[in-house]
């Protein structure tokens, strides 16, 4: 792909031996790139394709099967290799490079010929997104955790036990999709602050990490596919949609802004209330609207 590009590289054969494809690429996406990072090595190559908001497209080409893969999900896959045999990044910058244009002729999306093992690798990478996956098999796998919109607070307190995670995700998932209404009725685009929050905050809650898709928000419904306390969770996210809230409520509209959103947060408090106590949510919520809620 490199031969038909019309860009000048922005920075050309960095080393996988002495950068972190992950860490730059996080660092890209904060800065909200547009473009194409090229990867290259003896008998593999692959395109991510970015344009500064959603999940990359990747392009892999291995030569030594001749097989073309195109797929957001083989992010870690390619992670996984750098990791294991040296190559080159060269980065391209621009709109162009950004958009994918699919072969003529294209096989069959197909995972590379390794194993249950490399499978199992690569969806511990999701759940460990900063370590190193060579060390991953080592550990037990994290049970993923989903949410239920049926769930009551009869179902998730048993005898008195605080098995709580459907609930805790259903909450979540109402309290960003009231925040998200709030957002978006300003004019503000909830998707890409929310972004720009994540990926902020990703060092200190890695689960917050867009790339590691270990936690996903879409239309009010959240997911969780890592094992956490609920202290962790509620911290990290509470302190991601704050950040939403203070740079999506700006200008003179400010405190109307934030009274909106405090008024769609005030339905899903009165809902959830010994869910989002018991969670850590409930002492956040004046601090995430950034007014009193209820």
Do not use: C
């Amino acid at each position: 792909m490199d031969a038909d590009s019309k860009s000048k590289p922005l920075h050309e054969n960095l080393d996988t031996t002495f950068v972190n494809l992950w860490s730059l690429l996080r660092s890209l996406t904060q800065k909200q790139f547009v473009g194409r990072v090229h990867v290259e090595s003896a008998d593999y190559s692959a395109d991510i394709f970015m344009n500064g908001s959603a999940t990359p497209v990747v392009h892999e080409v291995d030569h030594a099967t001749g097989t073309e893969t195109t797929e957001e999900s083989a992010l870690h896959r390619l992670v996984l290799r750098t990791r294991e045999t040296p190559a080159k990044i060269t980065i391209f910058e621009g709109a162009e490079e950004a958009a994918f244009l699919e072969p003529a002729s294209k096989a069959a999306p197909v995972i590379d010929a390794s194993s249950a093992n490399e499978a199992r690798v690569r969806e511990s990478v999701r759940s460990f997104p900063n370590e190193d996956p060579t060390e991953i098999p080592n550990r037990a796998e994290p049970k993923p955790v989903r949410q239920s919109k049926e769930s009551s607070s009869a179902d998730v307190y048993p005898a008195g036990s605080y098995s709580d995670w459907p609930a805790i995700l259903s909450a979540a998932g109402e309290l960003i999709g009231a925040i998200e209404r709030g957002i978006n009725a300003s004019g503000s685009n909830f998707d890409s602050l929310f972004r720009a929050a994540r990926v902020e905050l990703a060092d200190d809650y890695s689960f917050l990490d867009p790339f590691s898709q270990t936690f996903v928000y879409q239309n009010g419904v959240a997911t969780l596919n890592q094992e956490m306390t609920a202290k962790i969770f509620s911290s990290g996210l509470s302190q991601a949609l704050r950040l939403v809230v203070n740079r999506g409520a700006t200008d003179e509209r400010e405190r109307r802004i934030r009274e909106r959103i405090a008024v769609e947060m005030s339905g899903v408090a009165r809902k959830y209330r010994e869910v989002l106590e018991r969670s850590g949510f409930q002492e956040q919520l004046d601090r995430i609207a950034g007014t009193r809620v209820m």
